[in-house]
């Protein structure tokens, strides 16, 4: 893991970058400009995955991160574009991810932050359920203390306010379960997640980001903790 300095805001030079990269958004306009992209956007959010990942321990001592920058919670800036008809090759915006060890990153809920120059982004639990997870959130749906529980957590996040929850895929009932169970709706989602945004451009570059993305992250607590209780070990 890359040993990582204090984290005092994304300098001012990285945000201006990605703001460009949206503009000029080709390998050789990367390319004469990478020695800033690792200095000024890569170094700083390596010392942002350090703080606020110490920070989200408080929440689920479970959390995990990983400075490196392959394999860890820093996504690749390279999009894949095999299969995409949007063939600019990179990402605009810093991703990051902090998930519940030991699973793999996209099998347990975590926590997700986006950073672009206009703010943040802050997600917390599932985007897409496998297909494992699927079957049994489903059945937790319709079970009557699981269920309840998971009714209790959204509620929570959404009566915090300034929070979205999120998932709903389907449009019917799937096939096995109840259409007019009381929870009915919860059953056509094939994620579960909760977002909110930080919508101030001057925070971005101070130390205080961590703080902030800490609170919010707190708020959508109640959902990753559900969701950690469905997936054990």
Known sequence: MTTAGEFRGFPQQGLDFLADLALNNDRDWFSARKQVFQEAVQKPSQEFVVALGERLRQISPGIGYDTRLVGGSIMRIYRDIRFSKDKTPYHTKVRLVFWEAPSRKEMRSGFH?????????????????????????????????????????????????????????????????????????????????????????????????????????????????????????
């Not at 985007?127 to 998971?150: H, I, S």
């Not at 009915?184 to 989602?189: G, T």
Request: proline content about 6%; overall charge negative.
């Open 113 to 233: 932050v986006r950073i672009d120059p206009g703010g943040a982004g802050i997600f917390a639990g599932v985007w897409q359920f496998e297909r494992v997870v699927l079957a049994a959130y489903r059945d937790a749906v319709v079970d009557e203390a699981m269920g309840a529980d998971l009714v209790e957590a959204i509620a929570a996040v959404r009566d915090a306010g300034g929070y979205t929850v999120g998932g709903e895929h389907y449009k019917q009932v799937p096939s096995g379960y109840d259409p007019e169970h009381p929870r009915a709706d919860l059953l056509r989602y094939n994620g579960l997640y909760a977002h909110t945004s930080v919508d101030d451009p001057g925070l971005l570059t101070r130390p205080h980001l961590v703080d902030v993305c800490f609170e919010q992250c707190q708020a959508m607590s109640p959902i990753h903790h559900w969701l950690v209780s469905l997936v054990k070990g």
